[in-house]
Protein backbone atom coordinates (compact mmCIF):
# COMPACT_ATOMS: atom_id res chain seq x y z
CA UNK A 1 0.00 0.00 0.00
CA UNK A 2 1.21 3.19 -1.03
CA UNK A 3 2.20 6.15 1.81
CA UNK A 4 1.17 9.33 0.30
CA UNK A 5 0.29 11.52 3.72
CA UNK A 6 3.40 13.23 4.68
CA UNK A 7 3.24 14.33 8.69
CA UNK A 8 6.04 16.15 10.25
CA UNK A 9 5.81 15.00 14.16
CA UNK A 10 7.87 16.73 16.74
CA UNK A 11 8.98 13.25 17.90
CA UNK A 12 11.43 10.66 18.15
CA UNK A 13 11.59 8.71 15.24
CA UNK A 14 13.28 5.21 15.35
CA UNK A 15 12.36 1.24 14.80
CA UNK A 16 9.18 0.33 16.89
CA UNK A 17 8.94 3.83 18.30
CA UNK A 18 5.08 4.37 19.15
CA UNK A 19 4.21 7.84 18.07
CA UNK A 20 1.09 8.89 19.96
CA UNK A 21 -0.97 11.29 18.51
CA UNK A 22 -2.46 14.81 19.16
CA UNK A 23 -5.79 15.12 18.80
CA UNK A 24 -5.53 17.58 15.40
CA UNK A 25 -3.35 14.74 14.21
CA UNK A 26 -6.27 11.75 15.36
CA UNK A 27 -8.54 14.32 13.52
CA UNK A 28 -7.11 14.67 9.96
CA UNK A 29 -5.86 10.96 9.74
CA UNK A 30 -8.62 9.42 10.97
CA UNK A 31 -11.49 11.84 10.38
CA UNK A 32 -10.69 14.18 7.23
CA UNK A 33 -8.78 11.29 5.67
CA UNK A 34 -10.50 8.12 6.90
CA UNK A 35 -7.23 6.16 7.37
CA UNK A 36 -7.42 2.58 9.18
CA UNK A 37 -5.83 0.48 11.48
CA UNK A 38 -2.71 -0.45 9.36
CA UNK A 39 -2.67 2.25 6.81
CA UNK A 40 1.10 3.70 6.30
CA UNK A 41 1.92 7.36 6.41
CA UNK A 42 5.35 8.87 6.32
CA UNK A 43 6.50 10.94 9.39
CA UNK A 44 9.52 13.58 10.04
CA UNK A 45 10.64 15.46 12.62
CA UNK A 46 13.11 17.48 10.38
CA UNK A 47 16.38 16.14 12.39
CA UNK A 48 15.66 12.00 11.53
CA UNK A 49 14.86 11.86 8.17
CA UNK A 50 11.61 10.89 6.47
CA UNK A 51 9.72 7.15 8.52
CA UNK A 52 7.11 4.85 7.16
CA UNK A 53 4.59 4.46 10.17
CA UNK A 54 1.75 2.70 10.35
CA UNK A 55 -1.86 2.88 11.79
CA UNK A 56 -1.68 1.06 15.17
CA UNK A 57 -4.40 2.75 17.16
CA UNK A 58 -7.55 5.23 16.14
CA UNK A 59 -9.72 6.82 18.10
CA UNK A 60 -11.64 10.35 17.78
CA UNK A 61 -9.56 12.24 19.73
CA UNK A 62 -6.66 10.55 19.55
CA UNK A 63 -3.76 7.31 18.40
CA UNK A 64 -0.74 5.92 17.94
CA UNK A 65 1.26 5.31 14.82
CA UNK A 66 4.40 2.84 14.97
CA UNK A 67 7.36 3.91 13.72
CA UNK A 68 8.58 0.94 11.10
CA UNK A 69 12.13 1.53 8.97
CA UNK A 70 13.56 5.14 7.49
CA UNK A 71 12.43 5.40 3.56
CA UNK A 72 14.83 8.81 3.45
CA UNK A 73 17.61 10.32 5.00
CA UNK A 74 17.47 14.22 6.79
CA UNK A 75 17.83 16.36 3.84
CA UNK A 76 19.75 19.64 5.03
CA UNK A 77 19.08 22.83 2.99
CA UNK A 78 22.05 24.99 1.92
CA UNK A 79 23.02 27.52 5.15
CA UNK A 80 20.66 30.23 3.65
CA UNK A 81 18.28 32.59 5.60
CA UNK A 82 15.83 34.57 4.10
CA UNK A 83 15.04 37.89 6.41
CA UNK A 84 12.00 39.70 5.07
CA UNK A 85 9.32 42.14 5.48
CA UNK A 86 6.00 41.09 6.75
CA UNK A 87 2.98 42.19 4.17
CA UNK A 88 -0.45 41.91 3.71
CA UNK A 89 -1.39 38.14 5.62
CA UNK A 90 -1.78 36.26 2.46
CA UNK A 91 0.85 37.15 1.29
CA UNK A 92 3.18 36.63 4.11
CA UNK A 93 2.17 33.11 4.65
CA UNK A 94 3.45 32.73 1.07
CA UNK A 95 6.41 33.99 1.51
CA UNK A 96 7.04 31.07 4.13
CA UNK A 97 5.80 28.32 2.36
CA UNK A 98 7.92 29.35 -0.59
CA UNK A 99 10.66 29.84 1.30
CA UNK A 100 10.51 26.35 2.83
CA UNK A 101 10.20 24.91 -0.72
CA UNK A 102 13.24 26.50 -2.08
CA UNK A 103 15.01 25.39 1.11
CA UNK A 104 15.96 28.43 3.01
CA UNK A 105 17.23 27.48 6.37
CA UNK A 106 16.08 30.06 8.70
CA UNK A 107 13.43 32.63 8.34
CA UNK A 108 13.38 36.10 10.08
CA UNK A 109 11.20 38.18 9.74
CA UNK A 110 12.14 41.93 10.09
CA UNK A 111 10.36 45.59 10.90
CA UNK A 112 11.93 47.95 9.04
CA UNK A 113 11.46 51.79 8.44
CA UNK A 114 8.52 51.70 6.16
CA UNK A 115 6.98 48.09 7.25
CA UNK A 116 3.41 48.07 8.62
CA UNK A 117 3.00 45.10 10.65
CA UNK A 118 3.50 45.85 14.61
CA UNK A 119 3.87 42.07 15.15
CA UNK A 120 3.17 38.22 13.84
CA UNK A 121 1.89 35.47 14.89
CA UNK A 122 4.58 33.38 14.69
CA UNK A 123 3.17 30.30 15.07
CA UNK A 124 1.01 30.95 12.50
CA UNK A 125 3.88 31.07 10.12
CA UNK A 126 6.16 28.53 11.60
CA UNK A 127 2.86 26.50 10.98
CA UNK A 128 2.59 27.16 7.40
CA UNK A 129 6.60 26.25 7.05
CA UNK A 130 5.36 22.66 8.47
CA UNK A 131 3.14 22.39 6.08
CA UNK A 132 4.83 23.62 3.21
CA UNK A 133 7.55 20.60 4.15
CA UNK A 134 5.00 17.79 3.97
CA UNK A 135 3.15 18.65 0.77
CA UNK A 136 6.95 19.14 -0.96
CA UNK A 137 8.74 16.16 0.29
CA UNK A 138 10.82 17.97 2.68
CA UNK A 139 12.63 16.69 5.40
CA UNK A 140 13.38 19.82 7.17
CA UNK A 141 11.50 22.59 8.50
CA UNK A 142 12.76 26.13 8.68
CA UNK A 143 12.66 27.73 12.07
CA UNK A 144 10.78 31.14 11.70
CA UNK A 145 11.79 33.96 13.73
CA UNK A 146 9.96 36.22 16.21
CA UNK A 147 9.56 39.68 14.38
CA UNK A 148 12.66 41.82 15.11
CA UNK A 149 13.68 45.49 14.09
CA UNK A 150 16.37 45.15 10.84
CA UNK A 151 18.64 47.99 12.69
CA UNK A 152 18.78 45.30 15.73
CA UNK A 153 19.10 42.25 13.45
CA UNK A 154 22.32 44.06 11.88
CA UNK A 155 23.56 45.46 14.38
CA UNK A 156 24.28 41.87 16.13
CA UNK A 157 25.01 40.61 12.41
CA UNK A 158 27.90 38.06 12.25
CA UNK A 159 30.36 39.58 9.06
CA UNK A 160 31.04 35.83 7.80
CA UNK A 161 26.97 35.68 6.47
CA UNK A 162 26.78 37.70 4.07
CA UNK A 163 23.47 39.31 2.68
CA UNK A 164 21.86 39.44 -0.27
CA UNK A 165 19.97 42.44 -0.98
CA UNK A 166 17.51 42.65 -3.24
CA UNK A 167 17.67 46.36 -4.04
CA UNK A 168 15.47 48.31 -5.70
CA UNK A 169 17.58 51.16 -6.97
CA UNK A 170 18.66 48.71 -9.89
CA UNK A 171 22.25 48.23 -9.33
CA UNK A 172 23.91 44.92 -9.68
CA UNK A 173 22.81 42.58 -12.49
CA UNK A 174 22.20 38.76 -11.05
CA UNK A 175 25.43 37.69 -12.59
CA UNK A 176 27.07 39.17 -9.72
CA UNK A 177 26.09 36.35 -7.90
CA UNK A 178 28.47 34.00 -9.80
CA UNK A 179 31.77 35.66 -8.39
CA UNK A 180 30.48 35.25 -5.07
CA UNK A 181 31.49 32.86 -2.77
CA UNK A 182 29.31 30.22 -1.50
CA UNK A 183 29.52 29.91 2.75
CA UNK A 184 26.09 30.87 5.16
CA UNK A 185 24.31 33.68 3.24
CA UNK A 186 21.22 35.65 3.71
CA UNK A 187 18.34 37.14 1.62
CA UNK A 188 17.03 40.75 2.40
CA UNK A 189 13.64 41.59 0.67
CA UNK A 190 11.99 44.96 1.72
CA UNK A 191 8.37 46.42 2.38
CA UNK A 192 6.23 47.48 -0.40
CA UNK A 193 7.93 50.99 -0.68
CA UNK A 194 11.32 49.43 -0.40
CA UNK A 195 13.92 50.48 2.67
CA UNK A 196 14.51 54.21 3.72
CA UNK A 197 16.75 56.48 2.39
CA UNK A 198 18.20 55.74 6.08
CA UNK A 199 18.84 52.06 5.64
CA UNK A 200 19.73 52.41 2.07
CA UNK A 201 22.72 54.17 2.99
CA UNK A 202 23.32 52.01 5.97
CA UNK A 203 23.40 48.37 3.99
CA UNK A 204 25.34 50.01 1.32
CA UNK A 205 28.06 50.93 3.74
CA UNK A 206 27.98 47.04 5.00
CA UNK A 207 30.70 45.12 3.12
CA UNK A 208 29.13 41.77 3.52
CA UNK A 209 26.37 43.18 1.41
CA UNK A 210 25.80 42.35 -1.95
CA UNK A 211 23.13 44.71 -3.88
CA UNK A 212 21.27 42.70 -6.64
CA UNK A 213 18.72 43.79 -9.00
CA UNK A 214 15.46 41.85 -9.71
CA UNK A 215 14.89 43.26 -13.82
CA UNK A 216 13.39 46.34 -14.94
CA UNK A 217 9.79 45.40 -13.50
CA UNK A 218 8.71 46.32 -9.99
CA UNK A 219 8.26 43.34 -8.20
CA UNK A 220 5.86 42.37 -5.18
CA UNK A 221 7.78 41.50 -1.89
CA UNK A 222 6.48 37.89 -2.67
CA UNK A 223 7.70 37.86 -6.45
CA UNK A 224 11.08 39.41 -5.29
CA UNK A 225 11.36 36.63 -2.34
CA UNK A 226 11.20 33.70 -4.49
CA UNK A 227 13.14 35.44 -7.68
CA UNK A 228 15.96 35.80 -5.00
CA UNK A 229 16.15 32.12 -3.03
CA UNK A 230 15.52 30.78 -7.15
CA UNK A 231 19.15 32.77 -8.10
CA UNK A 232 20.76 32.24 -4.92
CA UNK A 233 20.32 28.19 -5.19
CA UNK A 234 20.98 28.01 -8.51
CA UNK A 235 24.38 29.74 -7.94
CA UNK A 236 25.22 29.06 -4.75
CA UNK A 237 23.09 26.57 -3.37
CA UNK A 238 22.30 23.09 -4.14
CA UNK A 239 20.28 23.27 -7.48
CA UNK A 240 23.57 22.26 -9.42
CA UNK B 1 -0.19 66.75 -7.09
CA UNK B 2 1.56 62.86 -7.48
CA UNK B 3 -0.77 60.51 -9.88
CA UNK B 4 -0.36 56.72 -7.83
CA UNK B 5 -3.01 55.18 -9.48
CA UNK B 6 -2.62 53.28 -12.83
CA UNK B 7 -5.41 51.97 -14.72
CA UNK B 8 -5.38 49.95 -18.24
CA UNK B 9 -7.49 51.46 -20.69
CA UNK B 10 -8.10 49.44 -24.13
CA UNK B 11 -8.23 52.83 -25.59
CA UNK B 12 -6.01 55.21 -27.99
CA UNK B 13 -3.57 57.13 -26.06
CA UNK B 14 -2.56 60.47 -27.37
CA UNK B 15 -2.35 64.77 -25.79
CA UNK B 16 -6.30 65.75 -25.69
CA UNK B 17 -7.60 62.36 -26.04
CA UNK B 18 -10.49 61.91 -24.47
CA UNK B 19 -11.30 58.64 -22.36
CA UNK B 20 -14.70 57.91 -21.73
CA UNK B 21 -14.56 55.42 -18.54
CA UNK B 22 -16.32 51.90 -18.09
CA UNK B 23 -19.28 52.01 -15.15
CA UNK B 24 -16.60 49.59 -13.35
CA UNK B 25 -13.54 52.36 -14.11
CA UNK B 26 -16.11 55.62 -12.86
CA UNK B 27 -17.00 53.62 -9.69
CA UNK B 28 -13.63 52.45 -8.72
CA UNK B 29 -11.81 55.71 -9.83
CA UNK B 30 -14.54 57.92 -8.33
CA UNK B 31 -16.59 55.83 -5.27
CA UNK B 32 -13.76 54.16 -4.40
CA UNK B 33 -10.73 55.98 -4.41
CA UNK B 34 -12.85 58.96 -3.78
CA UNK B 35 -10.97 61.07 -6.97
CA UNK B 36 -12.37 64.46 -8.10
CA UNK B 37 -12.09 66.92 -11.03
CA UNK B 38 -8.36 67.77 -11.93
CA UNK B 39 -7.37 64.49 -10.12
CA UNK B 40 -4.28 63.10 -12.17
CA UNK B 41 -4.36 59.56 -12.84
CA UNK B 42 -1.82 57.12 -15.03
CA UNK B 43 -2.68 54.96 -17.93
CA UNK B 44 -1.78 52.40 -20.19
CA UNK B 45 -3.08 50.21 -22.82
CA UNK B 46 -0.17 47.98 -23.39
CA UNK B 47 0.63 49.83 -26.59
CA UNK B 48 1.44 53.38 -26.24
CA UNK B 49 3.49 53.50 -23.05
CA UNK B 50 2.46 55.42 -19.61
CA UNK B 51 0.42 58.70 -19.50
CA UNK B 52 -0.92 60.96 -17.60
CA UNK B 53 -4.61 61.67 -17.33
CA UNK B 54 -6.76 63.83 -15.84
CA UNK B 55 -10.00 63.55 -14.69
CA UNK B 56 -12.44 66.12 -16.35
CA UNK B 57 -15.59 64.42 -16.09
CA UNK B 58 -17.32 62.25 -12.85
CA UNK B 59 -20.01 60.53 -12.32
CA UNK B 60 -21.59 57.37 -10.55
CA UNK B 61 -22.27 55.49 -14.14
CA UNK B 62 -19.26 57.22 -16.33
CA UNK B 63 -17.08 59.70 -16.34
CA UNK B 64 -14.22 60.91 -18.30
CA UNK B 65 -10.38 61.51 -18.39
CA UNK B 66 -8.38 63.67 -20.50
CA UNK B 67 -5.02 62.08 -21.78
CA UNK B 68 -2.09 64.64 -21.10
CA UNK B 69 0.79 63.45 -21.75
CA UNK B 70 3.09 60.53 -21.75
CA UNK B 71 5.13 60.08 -18.92
CA UNK B 72 7.18 56.78 -20.01
CA UNK B 73 7.62 54.58 -23.22
CA UNK B 74 6.04 51.09 -23.66
CA UNK B 75 8.29 48.62 -22.73
CA UNK B 76 8.27 44.77 -24.35
CA UNK B 77 9.01 41.84 -21.99
CA UNK B 78 11.43 39.51 -23.67
CA UNK B 79 9.50 36.96 -26.12
CA UNK B 80 9.11 34.59 -23.92
CA UNK B 81 5.88 32.65 -23.33
CA UNK B 82 4.63 30.47 -20.22
CA UNK B 83 3.09 27.27 -21.12
CA UNK B 84 1.03 25.38 -18.14
CA UNK B 85 -0.92 23.48 -16.53
CA UNK B 86 -4.21 25.16 -14.45
CA UNK B 87 -4.25 24.01 -11.01
CA UNK B 88 -6.51 25.36 -8.19
CA UNK B 89 -8.23 28.62 -8.78
CA UNK B 90 -6.00 30.15 -6.20
CA UNK B 91 -2.73 29.01 -7.60
CA UNK B 92 -3.73 29.59 -11.16
CA UNK B 93 -4.48 33.55 -10.43
CA UNK B 94 -1.08 33.64 -8.77
CA UNK B 95 1.08 31.97 -12.07
CA UNK B 96 -0.81 34.83 -14.21
CA UNK B 97 0.10 37.32 -11.80
CA UNK B 98 3.36 36.39 -11.46
CA UNK B 99 4.25 36.14 -15.16
CA UNK B 100 3.03 39.29 -15.64
CA UNK B 101 5.09 41.03 -13.26
CA UNK B 102 8.05 38.74 -14.14
CA UNK B 103 7.81 39.55 -18.05
CA UNK B 104 6.20 37.21 -20.22
CA UNK B 105 5.25 38.45 -23.09
CA UNK B 106 2.20 35.60 -23.26
CA UNK B 107 0.71 33.10 -21.07
CA UNK B 108 -0.68 29.14 -22.74
CA UNK B 109 -2.62 27.78 -19.89
CA UNK B 110 -2.56 24.06 -21.33
CA UNK B 111 -4.69 20.48 -21.07
CA UNK B 112 -2.09 17.88 -20.34
CA UNK B 113 -2.52 14.01 -19.28
CA UNK B 114 -2.29 15.12 -15.51
CA UNK B 115 -4.61 17.93 -15.79
CA UNK B 116 -7.74 17.72 -13.97
CA UNK B 117 -9.44 21.27 -15.57
CA UNK B 118 -11.14 20.96 -18.11
CA UNK B 119 -11.87 24.38 -18.84
CA UNK B 120 -10.77 28.08 -17.55
CA UNK B 121 -12.13 31.46 -16.96
CA UNK B 122 -10.06 33.23 -19.57
CA UNK B 123 -11.31 36.75 -19.08
CA UNK B 124 -11.00 36.45 -15.20
CA UNK B 125 -7.22 35.17 -15.50
CA UNK B 126 -6.66 38.22 -18.64
CA UNK B 127 -8.46 40.51 -15.75
CA UNK B 128 -5.52 39.58 -13.48
CA UNK B 129 -2.80 40.05 -15.66
CA UNK B 130 -3.99 43.57 -16.22
CA UNK B 131 -4.20 43.76 -12.34
CA UNK B 132 -0.70 43.17 -12.17
CA UNK B 133 0.57 45.16 -15.27
CA UNK B 134 -1.57 47.94 -13.33
CA UNK B 135 -0.07 47.52 -9.71
CA UNK B 136 3.69 47.12 -11.00
CA UNK B 137 4.46 49.71 -12.95
CA UNK B 138 4.32 47.78 -16.06
CA UNK B 139 3.05 49.18 -19.84
CA UNK B 140 2.24 45.76 -21.12
CA UNK B 141 -0.02 43.28 -20.71
CA UNK B 142 0.25 39.78 -21.53
CA UNK B 143 -2.25 37.84 -23.84
CA UNK B 144 -3.56 34.84 -21.46
CA UNK B 145 -4.96 32.21 -24.08
CA UNK B 146 -7.64 29.82 -23.80
CA UNK B 147 -7.25 26.65 -22.23
CA UNK B 148 -5.50 23.85 -25.49
CA UNK B 149 -4.59 20.88 -25.47
CA UNK B 150 -0.25 20.21 -25.02
CA UNK B 151 -0.28 17.92 -27.36
CA UNK B 152 -2.29 19.93 -30.04
CA UNK B 153 0.00 23.45 -29.12
CA UNK B 154 3.36 20.97 -29.55
CA UNK B 155 1.49 19.68 -32.97
CA UNK B 156 2.04 23.03 -34.54
CA UNK B 157 5.06 24.31 -32.73
CA UNK B 158 7.47 26.73 -34.49
CA UNK B 159 10.82 24.95 -33.90
CA UNK B 160 12.28 28.60 -33.62
CA UNK B 161 10.87 28.65 -30.19
CA UNK B 162 12.84 26.89 -27.83
CA UNK B 163 10.83 24.85 -24.53
CA UNK B 164 12.63 25.48 -21.01
CA UNK B 165 10.94 22.37 -19.47
CA UNK B 166 10.91 22.27 -16.21
CA UNK B 167 11.44 18.63 -15.62
CA UNK B 168 10.93 16.50 -13.01
CA UNK B 169 12.99 14.28 -13.43
CA UNK B 170 15.96 16.13 -12.33
CA UNK B 171 18.19 15.96 -15.12
CA UNK B 172 20.07 19.14 -16.02
CA UNK B 173 20.84 21.70 -14.18
CA UNK B 174 20.22 25.51 -14.25
CA UNK B 175 23.42 26.40 -15.35
CA UNK B 176 22.72 25.07 -19.01
CA UNK B 177 20.65 28.24 -19.82
CA UNK B 178 24.03 29.89 -19.81
CA UNK B 179 24.91 27.85 -22.41
CA UNK B 180 21.70 28.44 -24.04
CA UNK B 181 20.80 30.68 -27.60
CA UNK B 182 18.57 33.82 -26.84
CA UNK B 183 15.51 34.55 -29.18
CA UNK B 184 12.08 33.27 -28.65
CA UNK B 185 11.16 30.79 -25.66
CA UNK B 186 8.76 29.28 -23.77
CA UNK B 187 8.73 27.91 -20.37
CA UNK B 188 6.64 24.65 -19.63
CA UNK B 189 5.34 23.82 -16.34
CA UNK B 190 3.90 20.62 -15.48
CA UNK B 191 0.48 19.89 -13.33
CA UNK B 192 1.00 18.70 -9.21
CA UNK B 193 1.97 14.71 -10.51
CA UNK B 194 4.05 16.14 -13.76
CA UNK B 195 3.47 14.95 -16.99
CA UNK B 196 2.61 11.71 -18.24
CA UNK B 197 5.23 9.31 -19.66
CA UNK B 198 4.02 9.67 -22.87
CA UNK B 199 4.47 13.19 -22.53
CA UNK B 200 7.98 12.73 -21.05
CA UNK B 201 9.36 10.95 -23.70
CA UNK B 202 7.96 13.27 -26.52
CA UNK B 203 9.47 16.25 -24.66
CA UNK B 204 12.42 14.19 -24.72
CA UNK B 205 12.06 13.33 -28.12
CA UNK B 206 11.73 16.92 -29.32
CA UNK B 207 14.93 18.98 -30.39
CA UNK B 208 14.08 22.30 -29.33
CA UNK B 209 13.30 21.37 -25.78
CA UNK B 210 15.79 22.21 -23.29
CA UNK B 211 15.02 19.95 -19.75
CA UNK B 212 16.37 22.14 -16.84
CA UNK B 213 15.87 20.82 -13.14
CA UNK B 214 14.75 23.17 -10.60
CA UNK B 215 16.94 21.62 -7.60
CA UNK B 216 16.60 18.92 -5.00
CA UNK B 217 13.27 19.62 -3.53
CA UNK B 218 9.39 18.94 -5.13
CA UNK B 219 8.06 22.56 -6.26
CA UNK B 220 4.54 23.04 -6.40
CA UNK B 221 3.62 24.13 -9.72
CA UNK B 222 3.32 27.74 -8.86
CA UNK B 223 6.82 27.68 -7.14
CA UNK B 224 8.22 26.20 -10.57
CA UNK B 225 6.51 28.84 -12.80
CA UNK B 226 8.00 31.95 -10.86
CA UNK B 227 11.29 29.96 -10.46
CA UNK B 228 11.92 29.46 -14.58
CA UNK B 229 10.82 32.59 -14.97
CA UNK B 230 13.67 34.13 -13.10
CA UNK B 231 16.09 31.92 -14.23
CA UNK B 232 15.18 32.26 -18.49
CA UNK B 233 14.83 36.32 -16.98
CA UNK B 234 18.69 36.60 -15.12
CA UNK B 235 20.58 34.87 -18.40
CA UNK B 236 18.66 35.23 -21.30
CA UNK B 237 16.08 37.98 -20.36
CA UNK B 238 16.07 41.11 -19.31
CA UNK B 239 17.32 41.29 -16.20
CA UNK B 240 21.02 41.98 -17.66
Redesign the interface.
Known sequence: MDAKIRLHLDQHLAPGQPLPLTRDQAHYLFGVMRLAEGARVLVFNGRDGEWLAEVTGTGKRGGELTCRERTRPV?MPPDLWLVFAPIKKARTD?IVE?AT???AARILPVQTDFTNAERIRQDRLQAHAVEAAE????TYVPEVEDLQPLSRLLAGWNPARRILWCDESRVG???ALHGAEPGPWAILIGPEGGFSPAEQARLRALPFVLPV????????AD?AA??AL??W??TL????
Open positions: RFKELGQCGGAPASLGPRILRTVATLQAGDWG
